[in-house]
């Protein structure tokens, strides 16, 4: 990694931590991300190399983030793979907290939300249409560039297999904020829908600056979103009690959208409640989502 | 996550959790963005004639092992032709020196495991080597690999002529499936052979498509022939010149004579080679290509 200036610690991610660096030969600034796939005497495993080069064609897309370069170290007898990004300033968790705290806390501005969206559905219909779930979207996985505007889809899921891991390398817990109720209530089919739910989160803490369901454990994270949206019942969710996981909940009524987010205009009301539909299939689709009227005020050529 | 590859489907991730998702995508792909996805795509995958002719020999003896091969081992013709699809893009951008014949083995034989890698089959360079008398150790084709994955830049989900078959026999006058089936099958048939051909790397992947299928129709299905060449000409992706170019080769072509081609074509100096000097000098190459070998290694 000589052909690398280290710059900064950017990112403590599931897997190692993540560098900002500088490609000494052209300047360019990059992110550099170990990935816990190591090389043995077969060479590169299949499964990586499926799977990185299924990452470097979903990055041909500018909505998701750039891989630039695979770089291969040995390293105390160990041959490590290196993903080498194109460099963005910064992610819409730390964009979002720069208007929470700060010296001058606001509101993001509805245009930016609006854009911010709209470039998130298209990265998000993108990896859908090439027959790829994301399943781990949240702020810290979006980057931002902040001048230009931008964001784009990250940390697509190198081996994320089927079960997204509860805990990172640093024994940090993985949030369960943005994680659709099916996967909470233990389904073992889902499909676009986990994402779907995912921007419905994202969308909303864009809005209040405060993730929308934050809870602590499986439990709470469904009590959470039982309390907002009301408790589902065959009637709202056919299928619901058969889930893995069901049990009695305590019986809510749903709260208005609206008055729990008065910052949203009725479009945005409306686009919120069909991404956090209950029901899985009936839960819209990204590309669907980028047709609703929400978007109707923004200039799309742009994009 | 298993995203095996599928050359008819390059851009479906085949993500169990997504079967679903593809076969939504993949059934009537006519309506989807997919078709859109593919063209504008394809040119990133081609190797270009005028590279790759300087490179005749070496393409010669790399496809010549992979058809032993193939018909030794048994393979699966799409994992030859993908193994062949990688050495084409890779002579396309990196020169191989003649003399060093040894290394065109070593890229078919890489080519050919990133090939199985990619598709999950079992096949294990060893087994080829065995078979071939000479062996490169697991280090030197690790090296190649990772060479091969840097030229490519990891974009081992190519996009070749298969990847359109589908979207193109949407144009066939009948929708019967069992005859577009068979539509597929033949074309496919003539995909395998006219790979051999260098003048196939003229073409872009959907125009290569669409010339086999209209050569399959002509052959199977002669009544609707010219129904379904007037439908392609019509498609807004195709460049017709450059259909017609294509067809006339693919004509021109004589099916039978691509795989005996292949394996005897070569220049002789090379076969006259025994393992022993082709090791000899794969060990003072390597030597003299470290300075090449570990620019690769970051
Ligand atoms: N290309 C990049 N440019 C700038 N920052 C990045 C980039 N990639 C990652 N980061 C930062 O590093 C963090 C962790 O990276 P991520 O790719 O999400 O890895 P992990 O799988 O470890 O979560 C991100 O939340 C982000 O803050
Ligand atoms: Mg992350």
């Known amino acids: ?303 | 996550m298993e995203f095996d590859f599928d050359l008819e489907n390059p851009f479906s991730g085949s993500d169990e959790q997504n079967i679903q998702l593809s076969k939504a995508l993949f059934i009537g792909s006519t309506d989807s963005d997919e078709p859109s996805l593919l063209f504008s795509a394809e040119s990133d995958h081609m190797s270009s004639l005028a590279v790759a002719l300087d490179q005749l020999s070496t393409r010669c003896h790399a496809l010549s092992l992979i058809v032993q091969a193939q018909f030794s081992n048994n393979l699966d013709p799409a994992l030859a032709y993908l193994a062949v699809n990688y050495i084409d893009r890779f002579l396309a951008k990196r020169e191989i020196p003649n003399e060093k014949p040894w290394i065109a083995r070593l890229l078919a034989i890489s080519c050919l495991s990133l090939a199985s890698k990619m598709k999950k089959t079992s096949f294990s360079p060893a087994d080829l080597q065995r078979e071939e008398g000479f062996i490169f150790d697991a280090r030197t084709i690790r090296r190649m690999e990772l060479l091969v994955l840097g030229v490519l830049e990891w974009r081992m989900r190519s996009i070749t002529p298969f990847s359109f078959l589908r979207f193109f026999t949407s144009y066939f006058p009948l929708a019967n499936p069992i005859i577009i089936q068979s539509l597929k099958t033949h074309a496919s048939q003539i995909l395998f052979k006219s790979q051999n051909d260098v003048k196939s790397l003229e073409f872009k992947p959907s125009v290569i498509a669409a010339a086999a299928l209209l050569a399959a129709a002509r052959e199977l299905f002669p009544a609707h022939f010219l129904s379904f060449r007037t439908a392609l000409l019509c498609c807004e992706y195709l460049n017709k010149e450059s259909l017609a170019e294509c067809c006339a080769a693919m004509e021109s072509y004589d099916t039978t004579a691509g795989i005996e081609a292949a394996s005897n074509g070569c220049d002789s100096a090379y076969s006259a080679l025994t393992p022993v000097t082709v090791l000899d000098r794969h060990r003072a190459g390597l030597e003299s290509e470290k300075t090449a070998g570990s620019a690769s290694n970051g």
């Open chain 1, 1 to 303: 990694m000589e052909k690398y200036d280290k710059l900064e610690k950017v990112g403590e991610g599931t897997y190692g931590k993540v560098y900002k660096a500088r490609d000494k030969v052209t300047g360019q600034l990059v992110a550099l991300k170990k990935t816990r796939l190591e090389m043995d005497e077969e060479g590169i495993p299949p499964t990586t190399l499926r799977e990185i080069s299924l990452l470097q064609m979903l990055s041909q897309s500018i909505y998701v983030v750039r891989l630039l370069r695979v770089e291969h170290v040995e390293k105390n007898g160990k041959r490590l793979l290196y993903l080498v990004f194109e460099y963005l300033d910064t992610d819409l968790k730390k964009y979002i907290d720069t208007y929470k705290r700060g010296p001058n806390p606001r509101p993001l501005p509805s245009r930016v939300t609006q854009s911010f969206l709209y470039q998130l559905c298209k990265g998000v219909d993108h990896c859908h249409s090439h027959g790829v779930l994301h399943r781990d979207l949240k702020p810290q996985n979006l980057l931002v560039d902040k001048d230009k505007g931008i964001l784009k889809v990250a940390d697509l899921g190198l081996g994320r297999a089927f079960t997204i891991p509860l805990k990172s390398y640093t024994h940090e817990i993985v949030t369960l904020w943005y994680r659709a109720p099916e996967v909470l209530l233990g389904a073992t089919h889902y499909s676009i829908g986990v994402d779907m739910w995912s921007v419905g989160c994202i969308f909303a803490e864009m809005a209040r600056r405060q993730p929308l369901f934050a809870g602590d454990s499986e439990l709470q994270q469904l009590l959470h979103i039982f309390r907002f949206l009301g408790t589902p019942n065959e009637d709202t969710w056919p299928g619901v009690s058969s889930l893995r996981d069901w049990h009695d909940y305590p019986q809510w009524k749903p709260q208005s959208m609206a008055l729990a987010l008065p910052m949203l205009e009725s479009d945005g009301i409306d686009l919120l409640s069909k991404m956090l539909e209950y029901n899985p299939s009936n839960r819209i689709s990204a590309k669907d989502a980028m047709e609703h009227p929400y978007f109707d005020s923004l200039d799309k050529s742009q994009f």
